[in-house]
């Protein structure tokens, strides 16, 4: 198993939506990163992560939360939110939470859809 860091940021982001401007991935917001486990482009997809799991970290003072949502994409520009979102919180430690899927996909990443508390900085990891 391979571990890839889909994001990592302090601000939470709104949904991503279609665009054909720009190249792959232009159109995730700041902090979220495209992971690219196509063989040649999207033509000609993985040979399937079909094992994929998805923990996003959060860490901060005091109180801190977060709720990530895994996205995916065939194309790299049309992204669709995949499986359920995963959320974390804690009252002074790391906290972590899993999620899962199976289903091949091309492009992997992830936002942040909710954080709160002070210095929270949310990171989703797949591990496939």
């Known amino acids: 198993m391979t571990a890839y860091v889909l994001c990592s940021t302090n601000a939470a982001s709104s949904p991503v939506g279609t665009s054909q401007a720009g190249g792959k991935g232009s159109n995730l917001p700041p902090g979220s990163n495209m992971i690219d486990l196509s063989i040649g482009g999207a033509l000609n997809p993985v040979i399937p992560p079909t094992n994929q799991v998805f923990q996003l970290i959060v860490t901060g003072s005091g109180n801190v939360s977060a709720t990530a949502q895994p996205i995916v994409s065939n194309d790299g520009m049309?992204?669709?939110?995949?499986?359920?979102?995963?959320?974390?919180?804690?009252?002074?430690?790391?906290?972590?939470?899993?999620?899962?899927?199976?289903?091949?996909?091309?492009?992997?990443?992830?936002i942040i859809t909710a954080i709160s508390g002070t210095g929270a900085v949310a990171k989703v990891i797949m591990n496939a």
């Open 78 to 110: 049309n992204w669709a939110n995949y499986g359920s979102t995963i959320s974390a919180a804690s009252a002074a430690t790391v906290s972590q939470a899993n999620g899962t899927g199976a289903a091949p996909w091309a492009f992997y990443s992830a």
